[in-house]
């Protein structure tokens, strides 16, 4: 990827080399007039511009589309209500972001979630009549960007439906479109007459079925779930949303954490290909216009995972003893050099505990016993992790119990199977802490340190 320079637009080719598209050599599809008519209608000028009446443009209505670059409008919805997305909490909602191109081959990329469906063609009818679509592109098969798909075709009855070969195989199976999708490979493009579309696979980020597409004209990036995060707003560029930082990093540390290698993969890619790029259009949150240098930084730093000189201290607790151990550990830590963040788990979500980690060096989880056990709390922090797999972390367990003391080898047991490397052998306190025990949490904490000023 980079900056744009006025007057050059590339695309993607088979062999990986950036080239001004043509469309007789895509081959997917020739130009062909707009179809659909009525009060909508569109025309093409001169210079192959599409330009809408002005009897739709100046219509006075709810749920608009909003103008994204010459050719392109978004046409998606807002989610205010969101707060849990498969264990991840959303607490700022989301956005189910879909795009139309209006070339000579009209062209809605991505849909929304079902039960927006009736307001992506309010926005898109704000525009053009909705039959006027022709072509209907699928990033990206999971449901919130195809949940409405099989009424929105049978609504708009494209000519074609593209999609990734995974995508099509994945689209079929979740929706049973009753029309046949065409696949796309790699480094194809495909021709919507006086602009086209190029591909880029990106499988595993986060889907098998995962691809990027690239329109020429506007030299703009639909990105699907790459770049984007779980925030609801009223405005849809990043100039308009000063705070995503925080949610731009919950996203990847909660989604796209276990497929850094290829990310950094991806990155590498992208910036070969030299494609110049003024927008980047994710599928969830704000769309990227200045700030596309630092989220392009920002993922490179995320998928490295450095450790840093942090730690993250996240515990359940039964009457308090084990929170005295890690509020011990913590003062260890900051008199060792490193910073820390405490997350009781009574009061911290696990997807918020992920994200603390995205940029620390260890992690330390202290437990309770209770039956014989870790309290439920911190199994379930343990689960999620084991299932994301943070990398270059150390870490160790600690906890009160009254018995029979079995939560401190538990946790020690899956951190070892996450990937955490021990430190020390834990420390246990019966019942509540004595000073004794207090000393030696607070010595876990400076040994910690220490070992995080050696990586």
Known sequence: MRASRPGRTATCTASGRA???????????????????????????????LRIEEDASSMKQPFKAVKVSDHVYWVGAIDWSLRDFHGYSTERGTTYNAYLILADKITLVDAVKAPFKDELLARIGSVINPEQISYIVSNHAEMDH??????????????????????????????????????????????????????????????????????????????????GMHLASSGRFDVEVPDWEYQAAKYYANILMPFSHLVLKLLDRMGSLNLPIKTIAPDHGPIWRRDIDKILKLYATWAQQKPTRKAVIAYDTMWESTALMARAIGDGLVAGGTQFKLMPLKVSHRSDVVTELLDAGALLVGSSTMNNNMLPAVADLLTYLKGLRPKNLIGTAFGSYGWSGESVGHVREVLSQIGVELVGDGVKAKFVPTEEVLTNCFNLGIQTAERLKNL
Request: proline content about 6%.
């Open 19 to 49: 080239e001004t598209p043509s469309p007789s050599k895509t081959g997917l599809a020739e130009a062909a007039p707009a179809k659909g008519a009525g009060p909508f209608r569109a025309s093409v000028g001169n210079e192959n511009a």
């Open 146 to 227: 195809s949940g409405c798909l099989p009424q929105i075709v049978e609504t708009v009855k494209p000519e074609q439906i593209f999609a990734s070969t995974m995508g099509v195989k994945n689209l079929s199976e979740q929706l049973h479109i009753g029309q046949e999708i065409t696949a796309v490979k790699d480094g194809e493009s495909l021709s919507l007459g006086n602009m086209s579309l190029s591909f880029v696979e990106t499988k595993m980020l986060h889907w098998p079925d995962s691809m990027f597409s690239y329109l020429d004209a506007d030299e703009l990036l639909f990105s699907n779930d790459a770049f």
